[in-house]
């Protein structure tokens, strides 16, 4: 398994807050993505990242934005929280190149509850 | 339409019984294409990249047709530790276009004992 770590694991918090959660990858992975999970839809892109600095939006990315500034942290910021982004937020990276390239590793997810 | 479509089951199967699962894709220049396995309250996990001559796993079997833009999941010898959902992956945009894959909605399976 990549080595995947999300931060916080569960959070609650209020509407209109903003909220910042932190993924850290220790395979030089190139891309990094975060997803949210939700019944009904199944695993959904919010933003995904091709290098340092280099971001671009997902399906779902109105109300989110990220940040890359090294290899392996990505950083998903719901800048102004609400009802709606009551999710399961999942962190996964991929090579990006080579046998295997596509493949994704997912993080364990970041249970966040908005209030 | 969706992009990537599955049965959302639950396959109720007993133990030991062969079950499959199909997931169609909407893009015919899709090139990659994964089976993913998602416990729940876990994370998706890969279970098994799927290749185009067909690839085999132990009691696993994954199968991909072109022409019909189907991918399929065989499980033989189905074991209770095989109730979880399962993710069809498939990178529509084609190899050019980077890692951009899409996920189904997944299948559910329960073997029961």
């Known amino acids: 398994d990549a080595g995947i770590t999300q931060s916080p694991r569960h959070k609650v918090t209020e509407t209109g807050t903003p909220v910042t959660l932190r993924c850290h990858q220790t395979e030089n992975h190139r891309y990094m993505y975060w997803y949210r999970q939700d019944p009904g839809h199944g695993l959904r892109l919010i933003h995904y990242s091709y290098g340092v600095k280099d971001t671009d939006k997902g399906e779902v990315s109105d109300g989110y934005s990220v940040s890359r500034s090294k290899t392996e942290d990505f950083l998903l910021t719901l800048e102004s929280a609400t009802s709606s982004q009551t999710s399961v937020y999942f962190c996964?990276?991929?090579?990006?190149?080579?046998?295997?390239?596509?493949?994704?590793?997912f993080g364990e997810g970041s249970w966040l509850t908005v209030v | 339409r969706k992009e990537v479509e599955q049965d959302p089951g639950p396959f109720n199967v007993p133990e030991g019984a062969t079950v499959a699962f199909n997931c169609t894709y909407s893009n015919s220049a899709s090139q990659s294409f994964f089976w993913y396995r998602q416990d729940c309250r876990k994370e998706p996990k890969l279970l098994m990249s799927?290749?185009?001559s067909g690839n085999e796993d132990g009691r696993f079997t994954a199968q991909l047709n072109r022409a019909s833009q189907y991918i399929s999941l065989l499980i033989r010898d189905s074991k209770l530790s095989d109730s979880a959902t399962y993710l069809c992956?498939?990178?529509?945009?084609?190899?050019?276009?980077?890692?951009?894959?899409?996920f189904g909605g997944g299948t559910r399976l329960m073997v029961k004992p």
């Open positions: 996964a990276s991929s090579p990006g190149q080579g046998i295997g390239g596509n493949t994704i590793y």
């Open positions: 799927v290749y185009s």
């Open positions: 992956v498939v990178n529509l945009k084609g190899i050019n276009a980077g890692n951009m894959l899409t």
